[in-house]
Each structure stands twice: as structure tokens, then as C-alpha cells.
């Protein structure tokens, strides 16, 4: 057997949810071996094993019908985004896929998971996240350091209000990028946070 590796494959965000289509899933069967492993992860995207001589041509061919392509491990996961119940505009949803066209595959310390709600009903559980990101009318809240798993799981800790959509994308990679230089080893980051001040990171943030 030759060797392979791992492929992170989602959906595109869109209203109504990140959703796979027949056809996508078939062209994720056709393209893998029979012998590879295919795993539902918690963040809503296949783990895809690929032939590593194949993996160009591959990821080529997920991305033509549609699918996102990210590394898998140790990175920023694509966006867990609501569904958009509210609409396209209201919702931000272009403002949803220039942040998870920024954030998904970067390196970090541990895997790291962002949520995007497009209204104050949450239902992408965004105090659940590492990093949440609230749509409030026309601005954004911004909160850090949610845990849902483990007898220490929390709500994540309001980090800033009042963010534009043009500023999103800034203050979210300045948070992961000071996370990243700042983690002790393979420190998760809801214990980044606690070990940091809220001052310390809206400093950062700004």
C-alpha cells in the first residue's frame, strides 16, 4: 500500500447550512482508494485519506465540484457557520466565507475551532468555540476561550463589541497569530485565555 495522508473536505458555507451534495459525496468515493478511511469529524468536515502522488490532482478535483480543502491537525478548522436563517445579506454570509477563506488550514499550537453565528440566536454554538464570532446588526462580538468538552467545559468570555466587517478578518488572525507565538507548547487554547488577561488579548485585538 503506498502512503497517504489527510485532507480536511467541507462544504461551502451557504444559506441553509453547510450542506454535502450527492454528487460531491460520490466524487470524494471515486477519487479515494478502497482501502482508504473516510471519518466524520465534530466540526462538520470529512477527514479524507489521499495517495500523497495523487493528492494535487485530487484536491483539484473536490475543489471543481464545489468542496473546500484544508490540511488536517494541528490548524484553524473551516468555519462552523450557522444556517443563515435570517438571509444571505442579514446574515453576513460574504462576510462569513472571507473569514473562513482567511483562518481555515493555519497552523496553530492545537486544532482550533471558530464559529460564526449570523444573528444572537447562536445556533452554530458560537460560545462553545475557541474564537465566536456574533453578527449583531451591522457590527460583530467577538468572544474567546469556550470549552464544550471535559468535566472543565465553559462559555467563552466576551472579548470585544462593536467590530465592523471590515475589521473582522484583522482582529480574528491577530488573536490566532498571538496565540500561536505565545502558547506554551500544545496548550489548548481555552487555557491560553485563562492564563491571559481579557486586557491583554483586546489589546492585541484592536
Same mark, same amino acid.
Given at each position: 500500500m503506498g502512503e497517504f495522508m489527510k485532507w480536511a473536505v467541507s462544504p461551502a458555507i451557504q444559506v441553509g447550512g453547510s450542506l454535502f451534495t450527492p454528487e460531491q459525496l460520490a466524487k470524494i468515493g471515486t477519487l479515494t482508494d478502497s482501502d482508504a478511511r473516510i471519518e466524520m469529524t465534530s466540526f462538520k468536515q470529512l477527514y479524507v485519506q489521499v495517495p500523497v502522488d495523487r493528492q494535487d490532482a485530487i484536491k483539484d478535483e473536490l475543489e471543481r465540484v464545489g468542496l473546500e480543502v484544508n490540511p488536517a491537525g494541528f490548524v484553524t478548522k473551516a468555519l462552523i457557520a450557522c444556517n443563515f436563517c435570517k438571509g444571505e445579506e442579514a446574515a453576513g454570509l460574504? @462576510?462569513? +466565507?472571507? *473569514?473562513?477563506?482567511?483562518?481555515? !488550514?493555519?497552523? @496553530?499550537? @492545537?486544532?482550533?475551532?471558530?464559529?460564526?453565528?449570523?444573528? #444572537? *440566536?447562536?445556533? =452554530?454554538?458560537?460560545?462553545?468555540?475557541? %474564537?465566536?464570532?456574533?453578527?449583531?446588526?451591522? /457590527?460583530?462580538?467577538?468572544?474567546?476561550?469556550?470549552?464544550?468538552? !471535559?468535566?472543565?467545559?465553559?462559555? #467563552? $468570555?466576551?472579548?470585544? =463589541?462593536?467590530? /465592523?466587517?471590515?475589521?473582522?478578518?484583522? &482582529?480574528?488572525?491577530?488573536?490566532?497569530?498571538?496565540?500561536?507565538?505565545?502558547?506554551?507548547? $500544545?496548550? $489548548?487554547? =481555552? $487555557?491560553? &485565555?485563562? +492564563?491571559? @488577561? *481579557?486586557?491583554?488579548?483586546?489589546? %492585541?485585538?484592536?
Open positions: 460574504e @462576510t462569513a +466565507r472571507l *473569514l473562513n477563506q482567511a483562518i481555515a !488550514g493555519i497552523e @496553530t499550537p @492545537t486544532p482550533m475551532k471558530i464559529g460564526y453565528a449570523g444573528c #444572537a *440566536l447562536g445556533t =452554530s454554538e458560537p460560545l462553545l468555540k475557541d %474564537i465566536g464570532v456574533v453578527k449583531m446588526r451591522d /457590527t460583530y462580538d467577538i468572544y474567546v476561550g469556550g470549552e464544550p468538552k !471535559g468535566i472543565k467545559a465553559g462559555m #467563552a $468570555k466576551l472579548l470585544c =463589541s462593536g467590530i /465592523t466587517k471590515d475589521q473582522l478578518v484583522h &482582529v480574528v488572525t491577530n488573536i490566532i497569530d498571538f496565540y500561536k507565538e505565545h502558547a506554551k507548547g $500544545k496548550e $489548548k487554547f =481555552s $487555557k491560553f &485565555v485563562d +492564563r491571559m @488577561t *481579557l486586557e491583554q488579548l483586546q489589546i %492585541i485585538a484592536a
